[in-house]
């Protein structure tokens, strides 16, 4: 079972409000990622104002799609990574009485308090000066969700015990540089070089910064105002400031508003990224009037996202989908971007985009498919650079990085640090060549729930061919099995790189890479079939794929190699001849082995070695497919299978798996449904505040885990109510665990924008609203029933 199971949520009392006291240095990388306000375009963590970057906070603002790459030098080598800019930080302002000091330390007293339903980020401060001067301070912030471009801080001071001037200096500062993430340090940090600052004519602050090895320029101005205040400005290389003077009265308000525009050389229907940010922040309203409109957007975002689950876990359920939908929205559809593994919100894996997205379209599929299909561009638009990977291998077709940045070129790093070491080691992960996988099965659960022919006629079926071109390609017969082999790739597990008594890395035979190339040569030819002709014929001109090549890719589909052993299946041919690790010994002398491969590595051994998994593997393929999908899957690949299968395989598993990553407890929640809801259901709350808790020991100050925190949402959404889009059909078959007594899902699919499904004990229930899309077609166990628009029907259990 895991290491760390959660057990309640005192920390979100509030359903919709996430709300921190105090001050606790510590904590505040945590704070700073949770309480982060974005729109899909930018994200900026809820640093203090005031702060600058150090080893407590972090002020770090991330733009989407935005990279830079530079050379660094390791052990010697030289390696290039390409990382997601920590942009010009918008935010800095404080305040002082004058003789006093600028505002800098922590608060005597703070509340921080993020309004979920809003978007609104609030704290509350009380500050002391030198002088015992009380000033309360309150300030909200937000990142539009109307307006992409603007983000707004709004701050009142009121003086508790004095009167007399008040100074407030409100900057931009471009001096950044990305240092997020302890063990990057000793990289290159910068990215960025000044390009100018200054005050235009009507007084705005306007600075420019260029990166450092790509054509990227960002441009940010700002409005700070104050009714009856004196300004003046500081400007240096890479600063620029106004220092407003007013009059303060003890316990007499005193406003301040700061908005902020910001454009890149990214933008579209831009002149230049300054020119458009100034612009922007001269006719942007007032505090007040952005606020409204911003909420406006947030209300249709909620209403679209609507679960109804009678559990205590509502809060930690809404601030998951929050920062989901700042991470990626309407407004990323047009920006050529895909989902970083950590959101926005911190250095984290560089802000690359891995296969996490198989967790979130899940979701988005049933909610917003047309962020979905943009996810699906993305990776369309690299799909020649996947070409090119495949063919410096010597294969065809196309292979998907294990890591992807701007281009679609491998960005996986090349040497990783073990902090409990301090050695740099080679790092083998791009041999997971399973992702090519997760995008073509993304690729089909999209077509599943929309209906989109014209997407997969224009994009879809082009990358699910290259894909199950590059599987047959880098399948080998062997002789003596009488069966096809992938050789030479690491599966989700990640901890296994190599085999002990080998001398180069990769695995043979990973079951669940094996399976999923399977599955899609077999969905490579269904795309064909659903095509209509001509189109069918144009695609297969332009691939030259001709019929001997796909007899290929049926007679590999049906004989790949699938490892068993001890009745469960292998999770890599060979595992059986590792050897069990002392598990009594080791979590006695270390209470959380969630790392284990760098424990061991510490102390000169391997976790090569040991019958030991980071996270699910094998069992990830009853994650995406339902128990009798994958018994279909494995009969067709000869291996005859019964019910026990994933009980066994569930058993034996998770006695060797410590949960190294948050996807592991999203996984092990959903293939434990069917047979121990009660272990199901504690997994899904582990997994549901794997943020809120950090349940992985200070990552989520780096940035949030979003596949977590979309797979914990859909384990309500799909899971329990045993939801699944397949053969034209919406498929039901609930399993409530006892702690969940109902159910409640607003949903679309094919068009219609309101299909409502209520679960409880008893029946289901589905409802469509009036609106002219064609029947809806449910399933649910053994029934079937055509659902006209308008028309509501219960089903009793």
């Not at 994200?43 to 830079?68: F, I, K, M, N, Q």
């Not at 998951?320 to 990323?332: A, G, I, P, R």
């Not at 925190?709 to 045993?722: K, N």
């Not at 679309?748 to 029946?763: C, K, L, M, N, Q």
Request: include cysteine; hydrophobic fraction near 40%.
């Amino acid at each position: 079972m895991a290491d760390h199971i959660a057990t309640g949520y005192p920390d979100m009392p509030d359903p919709w409000t996430l709300r921190y006291q105090g001050f606790d240095p510590h904590e505040e990388g945590l704070r700073e990622a949770l309480c982060a306000v974005g729109n899909g375009y930018v994200v900026s963590r809820g640093a203090a104002p005031e702060s600058v970057a150090d080893r407590v906070h972090y002020p770090g603002t991330y733009l989407a799609g935005c990279y830079d790459r530079t050379e660094s030098t390791i052990d010697g080598r030289v390696v290039a990574n390409e990382d997601l800019v920590n942009c010009p930080n918008w935010l800095p302002l404080t305040f002082r009485a004058p003789g006093g000091t600028w505002f800098a330390r922590p608060p005597a007293e703070q509340t921080l308090e993020l309004d979920l339903r809003q978007g609104l980020l609030t704290r509350t401060a009380l500050v002391v000066d030198d002088r015992g001067r009380r000033t309360r301070l309150v300030q909200r912030r937000l990142a539009s969700q109307a307006r992409p471009h603007l983000l707004a801080l709004e701050s009142t001071f009121t003086p508790e015990n004095w009167s007399g001037p008040l100074e407030v200096r409100s900057g931009l500062d471009g001096r950044v540089a990305n240092t997020g993430v302890d063990r990057y340090r000793g990289l290159t940090e910068r990215h960025l070089t000044s390009a100018g600052q200054g005050v235009d004519g009507t007084g705005l602050l306007w600075l420019e910064a260029d990166a450092v090895n790509s054509p990227l320029r960002i441009a940010l101005s700002a409005r700070t105002s104050a009714e009856g205040a004196d300004v003046a400005t500081e400007c240096r290389n890479g600063w620029v400031a106004h220092v407003l003077t007013l009059d303060a009265e003890r316990g007499r308000p005193v406003t301040v508003e700061k908005t902020v525009a910001l454009h890149t050389s990214r933008d579209r229907a831009i002149g230049t990224p300054l020119r458009a940010s100034i612009l922007l922040a001269a006719e942007a309203g007032r505090f007040e009037e952005l606020l409204a409109e911003h909420v406006l957007r947030w209300a249709e975002l909620w209403r679209r996202c609507r679960i109804g689950a009678d559990f205590d876990g509502t809060g930690p359920l809404h601030l998951n989908l929050f920062h989901l939908l700042q991470t990626y929205s309407e407004h990323s559809v047009d920006l050529d971007v895909g989902i970083p593994a950590r959101g926005l919100h911190g250095e984290a894996y560089r802000g690359h985009v891995f296969w996490d997205e198989l967790f979130v379209l899940r979701l988005l599929n049933l909610r917003f498919p047309e962020l979905a299909r943009a996810v699906l561009r993305y990776r369309h638009r690299r799909l020649d650079a996947a070409r090119r990977q495949a063919h410096q291998l010597g294969l065809h077709g196309a292979m998907y990085p294990w890591q992807s940045a701007s281009d679609g070129r491998e960005e996986s790093q090349q040497l990783h640090l073990n902090p409990l070491s301090g050695r740099w080691l080679p790092d083998h992960s791009h041999l997971q060549r399973h992702v090519g996988s997760a995008v073509a099965y993304n690729i089909w659960q999209y077509y599943q729930a929309t209906g989109d022919r014209d997407f997969l006629a224009t994009a879809g079926a082009e990358m699910l061919l290259e894909i199950a071109r590059f599987w047959s390609s880098a399948a080998t017969y062997d002789r003596d099995w009488g069966r096809w082999s992938i050789r030479g790739v690491l599966g989700p597990d990640e901890y296994h790189d190599a085999y002990p008594w080998a001398g180069r890395p990769g695995l043979n035979d990973n079951a669940y890479t094996n399976v999923l190339a399977s599955w899609v040569l077999a969905r490579a030819q269904d795309a064909l079939d659903v095509l209509p002709g001509y189109r069918r014929d144009e695609l297969r001109e332009r691939l030259a794929l001709g019929t001997v090549e796909l007899d290929r890719w049926q007679e590999v589909e049906r004989h790949l190699h699938v490892p068993f052993h001890e009745g469960v299946i292998s999770q890599f041919d060979g595992y059986e001849r590792l050897a069990e690790l002392d598990w009594a010994a080791y979590r006695k002398r270390y209470p959380d082995l969630r790392r284990l491969d760098r424990i061991l590595e510490a102390e000169g051994d391997t976790v090569n070695r040991y019958k030991a998994s980071k996270q699910a593997d094998a069992l990830m393929l009853w994650f995406l497919f339902s128990a009798r999908e994958v018994r279909d899957l494995l009969r067709r690949l000869g291996h005859p299978t019964g019910h026990e299968l994933l009980r066994r395989s569930t058993d034996y598993y998770l006695r060797r798996t410590v949960h190294g990553s948050t996807l592991s407890s999203v996984v092990h929640a959903w293939v434990l449904t069917r047979s121990d809801r009660r272990a199901s259901w504690r997994y899904f709350r582990d997994a549901l505040v794997a943020d809120l808790r950090d349940t992985q020991q200070g990552t989520t100050a780096e940035g949030v885990h979003l596949g977590a925190m979309a797979g914990a949402v859909d384990l309500l959404q799909r899971c329990y109510t045993g939801l699944e889009i397949r053969e034209d059909a919406l498929w039901l078959d609930p399993r409530l665990p006892s702690a969940l007594g109902r159910l409640e899902l607003d949903l679309r699919y094919r068009g219609h924008w309101g299909v409502a499904i209520a679960v409880d004990r008893h029946t289901v229930t589905v409802s469509l609203r009036e609106d002219r899309q064609d029947p809806v077609r449910i399933r649910l166990r053994g029934t079937e029933a055509t659902i006209r628009p308008g028309e509501t029907r219960r089903f009793h259990l």
